[in-house]
């Protein structure tokens, strides 16, 4: 077996079954999960339709560079997102979703051979980075994200003996769990290193189109042009249709950007066998071709946020993000409890699912910056995330309220 599965920690998810053993949710109570981050508004009926009507294509094996079609849409909308102007055959490629893309994106860009290799990442984090760059054959090295600054990654406490091993950084905009999104500024300052440096950029941007204020999320290619990066050099952005159409299940993305990169992993693809369906190339160009689905879904969250971030904000530290579906909550210190036994309690005494800030970062530097804080998927209906919401003031009231 390869021995560096060994250096893979638990999932999340597995870390919370783990916790909630056990524990025997009260039956007044319906369950209500906010713990996984997983799309719950109904998929758009044209895009079922597309799917259906598309099954002429299963006698034939799919390209891995995917059907001209499919490139083509990938650039048409990043021109109306981003005002960007790529290539369809040499700048793009569709992807079997945006975590399959991210580890394989470490397989093809990591040289375990050189040196000690390190990949960067935020903390906290996605746990695909740490698994991709372990079984790369790289070491992650941690950048703690800082609450006085809603979160943002502290680029500038990373050491430049750090940078100087780099091969890979993990840039996640909006962020998964805090929602806090790169402005311009930081895209340079990471630009400037990865010149100085040498290592890749892979942007993580599958929450861009799910933000709460007039101006959409900076994108990592955008960043680049603006600053005169058109080439997009040692950069590549992911972006996916999970999240922005609701088809977690279609398994849709595609990644854009530095045409050698896209070439490099166009080869490994090839032979991991990573091509996408014909079926689904089909459905992945009508979702990407319409916005108007994508504007009513972004409402649908910004009035679940607007419901639910003041209840919550009355017993809590937390506030709305700048974009993505999470909130990321801090447990009262009143309470006296680590966020996993916040999690636990929660669950046993009102039914409602969190998931531990801490099982989503890594003690590094001598803390765990997801410590004392739980992330709070509002996924789910409005009705049943605002219930939820009022759980979680009850309890807490129920154990801060003088005795």
Request: proline share 8%.
């Amino acid at each position: 077996m390869n021995p560096l599965l060994s250096h893979l920690q638990p999932y999340p998810f597995e870390r919370l079954r783990q916790l909630f053993a056990g524990v025997t949710p009260p039956a007044a109570y319906s369950p209500i999960s906010l713990g996984m981050g997983e799309p719950r508004h109904p998929t758009p009926q044209f895009i079922k339709d597309a799917l259906s009507n598309n099954l002429g294509g299963l006698a034939a094996y799919p390209a891995t560079a995917g059907e001209p079609r499919l490139r083509e849409a990938f650039t048409q909308w990043l021109n109306k997102r981003y005002a960007l102007t790529l290539d369809p055959g040499t700048q793009v490629l569709p992807v079997n979703g945006s975590r399959e893309a991210l580890f394989a994106f470490a397989q093809t860009v990591i040289d375990p051979s050189h040196g000690q290799p390190l990949v960067v990442c935020p903390n906290p984090f996605y746990q695909i980075y740490e698994g991709a760059a372990l079984l790369a054959g790289a070491q992650p090295y941690y950048a703690a994200s800082d609450p006085a600054r809603n979160f943002a990654v502290n680029w500038d406490a990373v050491p430049d003996s750090v940078w100087q091993r780099t091969q890979l950084l993990f840039v996640c905009s909006p962020g998964n769990p805090t929602g806090a999104v790169m402005p311009l500024g930081e895209w340079k300052k990471l630009f400037e290193l990865s010149d100085r440096y040498g290592f890749v950029i892979a942007s993580d941007e599958c929450y861009s189109e799910i933000y709460f204020r007039d101006e959409p999320p900076l994108g990592g290619l955008q960043a680049a042009d603006k600053l005169g990066r058109s080439d997009y050099r040692n950069l590549i952005s992911f972006t996916s249709l999970s999240k922005r159409s609701n088809v977690p299940g279609m398994r849709s993305g595609f990644v854009a950007g530095d045409a050698a990169l896209i070439k490099a992993f166009l080869l490994y693809r090839t032979y991991h066998g990573s091509a996408m369906s014909p079926i689904v190339q089909a459905a992945s160009i009508a979702a990407w071709g319409d916005e108007k689905h994508v504007v009513e879904n972004r409402t649908l969250y910004r009035k679940k946020f607007a419901q639910v971030t003041p209840l919550l904000a009355g017993v809590m530290e937390v506030a709305l993000p700048d974009a993505g579906f999470y909130l990321w909550a801090k447990v009262p210190d009143a309470l006296g409890m680590t966020d996993a036994e916040f999690a636990r309690a929660l669950l046993a005494q009102y039914n409602v699912t969190v998931l531990p800030g801490s099982y989503l970062a890594r003690e590094a530097q001598g803390s765990n910056p997801g410590a004392q804080r739980v992330r709070m998927a509002l996924v789910a209906e409005a009705e049943e995330c605002v219930e939820a919401a009022l759980r979680i003031v009850q309890f807490i009231q129920s154990r801060t309220a003088p005795q």
